[in-house]
């Protein structure tokens, strides 16, 4: 869809970094005149509800430098240059977590913050799921701790807002009415 | 909460913006090395889930250059200093609808990407709307398509994707139960 479509009249790359770019576009309005975009590039990134074979899902609490906070999220992270997301979902299931499954469903994607940058998450669903004998390595600069919890403990965690991010809050009604 | 706490070392601004500044922080990490962590600074935002008498939810079409394409989102912005998210809420709902409410109910806030930014979104419910009489001005970079859909309709836009960010994706499944 390309109502009020905004062209492109000049790009300024302002930061290139290991994750994320910054670029500013001059852009033309609908209506001929011109604004600025402050625009972030980001790879993409994957999410995974995990439920066991007893109702309990599947969480990681982990520092976010950006919040200056721990917070519980579903396991997550970023897509590596030409992985399939699908590969994604399964490696940082069995990084952060030391499951892994034998099906990756897709549930849905979502661009997490439209109005200044274009990173999408791919939510996936991992269906029958196994501990595996030896965990795989997280990254060096990465610390979680694992949690399994019920529904009614993951509303506690909404509620306190020990859960605060957009694609586990999006997971726990999903999940509310998925185990219902 | 502070678990894994990752102590800023130095702080480098790289970008600010009119919207957005982005900076590079050397943390200190759990295991005593040093990591880099990109993260962009963002004043936060509200959404508003607003449903007129006859249970049509109000959704708003609007170019987002981010993702170089059009998306159908419940009304939103960012808040603007000084400003109590609620009273954001009204304004944005007024100058993105033409609709005004008795009441701004808080229904969550979340981080939108937590993993390189700082944005908070706080979600809001417009009780007792009412057509205004004169709508508000939008901002002059700003086109907006207003949109009345049953929950049917919103779903076919979730599932075609024409709904697709994470706020309206949580306000969709927020609404299934609420309109049930």
Same mark, same amino acid.
């Given at each position: 869809? !390309?109502?009020?479509?905004?062209?492109?009249?000049?790009?300024? %790359?302002?930061?290139?970094?290991?994750?994320?770019?910054?670029?500013? &576009?001059?852009? %033309? *309005?609908?209506? =001929?005149?011109?604004? $600025?975009?402050?625009?972030? !590039?980001?790879?993409?990134?994957?999410?995974?509800?995990?439920?066991?074979? &007893? $109702?309990?899902?599947? *969480?990681?609490?982990?520092?976010? !430098?950006?919040?200056?906070?721990?917070?519980?999220?579903?396991?997550?992270? $970023?897509?590596?240059?030409?992985?399939?997301? +699908?590969?994604?979902?399964?490696?940082?299931?069995?990084? +952060?977590?030391?499951?892994?499954?034998?099906?990756?469903?897709?549930?849905?994607?979502?661009?997490? #913050?439209? =109005?200044?940058?274009?990173?999408?998450?791919? *939510?996936?669903?991992? @269906?029958?799921?196994? $501990?595996?004998?030896?965990?795989? /390595?997280?990254?060096?600069? @990465?610390?979680?701790? %694992?949690?399994?919890?019920?529904?009614? +403990?993951?509303?506690?965690?909404?509620? #306190?807002?020990?859960?605060?991010?957009?694609?586990?809050?999006? /997971?726990?009604?999903?999940? !509310? &009415?998925?185990?219902?």
């Amino acid at each position: 869809m !390309k109502k009020f479509e905004e062209k492109t009249v000049q790009t300024n %790359l302002e930061f290139s970094g290991r994750i994320i770019t910054l670029q500013v &576009d001059e852009v %033309l *309005l609908p209506n =001929g005149k011109t604004a $600025k975009r402050e625009i972030v !590039k980001h790879p993409g990134a994957v999410a995974v509800i995990a439920v066991t074979d &007893d $109702k309990k899902i599947i *969480l990681v609490e982990q520092y976010r !430098k950006a919040l200056e906070r721990s917070i519980i999220e579903i396991p997550a992270g $970023k897509i590596e240059p030409n992985e399939a997301p +699908e590969l994604t979902a399964l490696r940082e299931l069995e990084e +952060e977590t030391g499951y892994t499954c034998a099906n990756m469903k897709f549930i849905q994607s979502f661009a997490t #913050s439209p =109005g200044f940058a274009d990173e999408i998450i791919h *939510l996936y669903m991992a @269906e029958d799921i196994a $501990k595996m004998e030896q965990a795989s /390595a997280l990254d060096e600069d @990465e610390f979680v701790e %694992l949690l399994h919890v019920s529904l009614e +403990e993951m509303e506690q965690m909404v509620i #306190s807002q020990q859960i605060f991010d957009a694609k586990t809050a999006f /997971a726990y009604i999903w999940l !509310k &009415d998925y185990l219902k």
